[in-house]
């Protein structure tokens, strides 16, 4: 039960994301939309480092293999899968559906959607993989380190719930079906951690692989979606900047302090 509740954490950041919709009166504004994608980048990328490659290496040292090589193969095989996923789909960038008329508006929607939907695969990968290491015990990883970094997925995950439900509501959508596609954006977390979980505890052997591997995914998101949007618009806006800093050292605090 413990474990299916921290799995859970991240959608719940989803989910109250969403629900913002029903609270904000007018579309959120850009600049707010740089610092929390800003910050969701922050959070990630720390993520990649202390709750996933830093155990993976350890782990890998601890089962007599050289340490460096599962991280640098897992990684490497989480950008070049997700890079060729993202291959097979269009680049789902608000931006992009810039026509105007019912049609373009439903095809905005479903892009936004997917993006922010396929984006979600790893880190409910990280979060299977971080909670498989704890309950198989010796691996590096507690419990409490698990529960970081769904807390800190889950905080990131807010404002990506809140980037889907609030330019949907601005569409003529209401506001409960902007909630609803919001949410449902983060449901593949706690799907693909079970998952995750469900496959990695019978291959101790390839975790290190499997810890890497999330974290390219990861930080694949972060070069291939998340930065691209905040360099759009004003050159001289810092405010991305400033959100990947605020992220980055608080889920920093969390994994170390808790982990």
């Known amino acids: 039960m413990c474990v299916l509740l921290g799995l859970m954490i991240p959608f719940l950041g989803t989910a109250l994301g969403s629900a913002m919709v029903f609270f904000i009166k007018n579309k959120m504004s850009s600049g707010l939309q740089k610092l929390l994608l800003g910050f969701a980048s ?30 640098t193969v897992g990684f490497l095989l989480g950008i070049l899968f ?14 992009s559906a810039g026509v105007l008329g019912a049609q373009a508006k439903s095809r905005k929607r479903t892009m936004l959607v997917l993006a922010v939907t396929l984006h979600n695969i790893p880190e409910g990968m990280a979060v299977g993989v971080t909670f498989a290491g ?44 902007a909630f609803f ?24 052997s390839v975790l290190p692989y499997f810890l890497s591997f999330a974290a390219g995914a ?8 998340l930065i691209p949007e905040l360099k759009q618009g004003e050159e001289d806006d810092s405010r991305g900047t400033i959100g990947v800093a605020v992220g980055f050292a608080l889920m920093m605090i969390l994994d170390v302090a808790l982990g």
């Open 42 to 71: 922050g959070v990630m990328i720390a993520a990649s480092v202390w709750s996933l490659l830093i155990p993976a290496i350890s782990l890998a040292g601890e089962q007599g293999k050289v340490a460096w090589v599962p991280a």
């Open 181 to 204: 596609y919001g949410a449902m954006s983060g449901i593949v977390e706690p799907l693909g951690a079970v998952i995750t979980i469900l496959f990695t505890r019978h291959v101790v």
């Open 82 to 95: 997700f890079l060729a996923l993202n291959g097979m789909m269009p680049h789902l960038r608000i931006e």
């Open 134 to 177: 704890a309950m198989i015990g010796d691996m590096g990883i507690t419990m409490a380190g698990a529960f970081a970094l769904a807390l800190g997925i889950a905080i990131q995950n807010f404002p990506e719930g809140a980037i889907i439900s609030l330019p949907l509501c601005s569409e003529d959508i209401s506001k409960m079906r």
């Open 218 to 225: 990861m930080l694949y998101v972060v070069v291939e979606e």
